[in-house]
């Protein structure tokens, strides 16, 4: 029995270079940054700081974005895309967009919610027709959606 615990540390250390012990004491990496979404935007907002924790640190839409989203003009070669259940995207992805199934590519458009109107980039979400919609951290606070609700969005294209 003595002989066993002498030999035990051995064996427990042998098996730390078996390939599924290997990095189980390694610390682990910081995330990569994700690269910045395709844009329309010339100059896109920057993302927001590693140490945002309000909504205002992680919107950084500009004051003139914001009041250039909000200045809407209806025309008659606008398209209706239909209607799309919106979630809250990824509070790190600046800027003001809708990404969703009912585009194929990036297209400027707008979106209604409540009798607001907003002008927004349309961005595809690559998702089957009629799984939902992500919009954008600035977008939902345009509108004036709760950050918890799942806004019925009308959409229209440019």
Do not use: H
Request: charged share 15%; glycine share 6%; with cysteine.
């Amino acid at each position: 029995m003595r002989k066993l615990f002498l030999i035990l540390p051995f064996v427990a250390l042998a098996a730390c270079t078996s390939p599924s012990m290997q990095g189980i004491f390694d610390t682990p990496n910081a995330p990569a940054e994700a690269a910045p979404a395709p844009t329309l935007d010339p100059t896109p907002p920057p993302p927001p700081p590693p140490s945002a924790r309000t909504v205002d640190q992680f919107d950084t839409t500009t004051a003139e974005d914001r009041q250039e989203a909000l200045v809407v003009q209806v025309s008659a070669s606008e398209q209706n895309l239909g209607t799309t259940i919106a979630s809250l995207g990824p509070p790190t992805e600046p800027g003001i967009w809708l990404k969703t199934p009912l585009v194929t590519e990036l297209k400027q458009g707008r979106v209604e919610y409540q009798g607001q109107s907003i002008n927004l980039e349309l961005r595809p979400s690559g998702g089957a027709a009629g799984s939902g919609s992500q919009i954008s951290l600035a977008a939902m606070r345009l509108i004036g959606a709760p950050l918890t609700s799942l806004p019925e969005l009308a959409v229209f294209a440019k």
